[in-house]
């Protein structure tokens, strides 16, 4: 069945739009009037050298350290002026860089949470149940504290943890930092990957540009700031020149 104008104008809207986007910190502006948008169920990676602003943008979605100026929209809803905790709740889950998980507690107490606010939920996609089924890694390891995990583990963690919020729209943040080639296949390849296979709307930045375009079927680049590229994965890997003047490649 062919999806109406109304329905595709619905999905257009669903997951993050972003118009004249500028951010600073204390006065010196680091995003300059950045402009895209992704629609419902769409993965596509965010990339940019190192200091390009990636992650500023990623805080700006979230309301969390720079002073910004222009226009957010979470799944068609203006978040322009929110708090963090109320952009989270229209259905949106960051994994930060850096894996951001509670290192003093275990991975049992860090999944819980991670479920505070969504427990008493009916319906609920994600449980600690579905967790442990899903990722036996973290089963096995349950009762350990989250400090002394592998950074693939953690890094698992840290998605389980997104999951939990039971949130339509992840954001990675630099997911592939720090891990073995074997952990970006079993960790970021494979989960992220299965998750983008189920539907979810993804933003995936990163440095690491053969691995985001495995999964995304689009790429934003930034550079300096400044949005340079909005087109197809397929386009930007034929483009050499391109990556030369944009990611140094």
């Not at 769409?42 to 979230?62: I, P």
């Amino acid at each position: 069945m062919t999806a109406s104008p109304t329905e595709d104008a619905a999905r257009a809207v669903a997951g993050i739009g972003v118009s004249r986007l500028t951010a600073s910190y204390d006065g010196v502006r680091v995003l300059h009037d950045v402009s895209f948008s992704l629609a419902c169920g769409e993965a596509v990676a965010l990339l940019g050298r190192n200091g390009a602003g990636k992650s500023t943008l990623v805080s700006a979605l979230f309301a969390m350290e720079p002073q910004v100026e222009g226009r957010i929209a979470i799944r068609g809803q203006d978040v322009t002026g929110w708090s963090g905790h109320r952009i989270a709740r229209l259905g949106i889950a960051l994994v930060p860089q850096g894996r951001g998980v509670f290192p003093d507690l275990t991975v049992e107490e860090n999944l819980d949470m991670a479920a505070l606010w969504t427990r008493r939920q009916a319906g609920r996609a994600w449980t600690r149940e579905r967790i442990f089924d899903s990722f036996p890694r973290l089963a096995e390891r349950r009762r350990f504290h989250s400090a002394s995990l592998s950074g693939g583990e953690r890094q698992l963690l840290a998605i389980a943890r997104a999951l939990l919020t039971q949130s339509q729209i992840i954001v990675l943040d630099e997911p592939s930092e720090g891990l073995s080639p074997r952990a970006i296949d079993e960790v970021i390849i494979g989960t992220v990957g299965r998750l983008k296979r189920e539907g979810y709307t993804l933003l995936i930045a990163e440095q690491n540009m053969a691995m985001a375009l495995e999964l995304a079927e689009r790429a934003l680049i930034l550079d300096h700031g400044t949005l340079v590229y909005d087109g197809s994965s397929a386009g930007l890997l034929a483009d050499e020149a391109l990556q030369r003047e944009h990611l140094g490649l």
